[in-house]
């Protein structure tokens, strides 16, 4: 997500943190590969696999671009989001109308940061559930995704990773003005998502601090901190999806 934000709004957007008087460390990694679409900015991050609970995990019944649906009331993210994936998440509702928790698995990101963020509103919009499990990797774009859960879920040992969008033109936030519609977009986004305004400027800041080309990772403690979602905490009775292989077809 977004690149480093020091400009203007970010000193005052950390001093509104609710982590600013803790003293954290991070990591940071270099991206292991980008893409370039005509759709929009783009953010993702591919690493390893997450590695998640093996028992009761379900086989997906079916498949709706980057999500895998386990049942009646249960869907997976589980794959980078592009310009089609609102529209496939239409048809998975459509499917399976009944769909309330999105367990996010293994998220690398997005290829199309509109079209990410139009998904974002469809999840919030419906009420949904966003639960990251234990060894969930939610990074880059697909963190805005987990924002849009009504409700939040984090369990212990779930990693998050932010940084800088980059544009078309090779831009990034900090080479717009800060109340450039560029940046706006972000910010309105997370107000939508429940945040105030000084908790978005704080957010969006945080995000920012780490450019395109490296990655900035947050433990479940540190995002729950962030988004005040509480005590780590389970969905009940809802196994995972875990190391689905892409290239296998789900019938």
């Known amino acids: 997500m977004r690149s480093l934000a020091v400009f203007i709004f970010s000193v005052l957007a950390f001093a509104a943190s609710p982590l600013a008087a803790q003293e954290i460390v991070y990591e940071t990694v270099v991206l292991e590969e980008a893409a370039w679409l005509d759709g929009g900015s783009e953010r993702y991050l591919s690493t390893q696999p997450a590695v998640v609970p093996q028992a009761d995990v379900p086989d997906a019944i079916a498949e709706y671009g980057p999500f895998r649906v386990f049942d009646e009331g249960r869907a997976a993210l589980v794959d980078v989001t592009d310009s089609r994936s609102p529209g496939a998440f239409r048809a998975m509702l459509r499917d399976f109308p009944g769909i309330a928790v999105i367990e996010m698995i293994d998220c690398p990101g997005t290829d199309d940061d509109r079209a ?4 974002g509103r469809m999840i919030r919009a419906r009420g949904m559930v966003t639960y990251v ?7 880059s774009g697909a963190v805005e995704l987990f924002l849009a859960g009504s409700h939040r879920i984090i369990d212990d040992g779930a990693e998050f990773a932010v940084h800088a969008w980059i544009d078309e033109d090779g831009r990034q936030a900090q080479d717009y003005a800060p109340d450039a519609p560029e940046n706006r977009k972000y910010l309105a986004y997370y107000r939508d998502m429940g945040m105030g305004e000084g908790q978005a400027l704080a957010f969006y800041a945080m995000t920012n601090s780490a450019p395109f080309e490296q990655a900035l990772w947050l433990d479940a403690a540190e995002m729950r901190g ?3 979602t509480g005590e780590p905490g389970e969905v009940q009775k809802q196994p995972l999806l875990a190391n689905l292989d892409l290239s296998i077809p789900l019938h």
């Open 116 to 119: 990410n963020l139009q998904l």
């Open 133 to 139: 499990p234990a060894g969930g990797s939610v990074r």
């Open 226 to 228: 962030w988004l005040d």
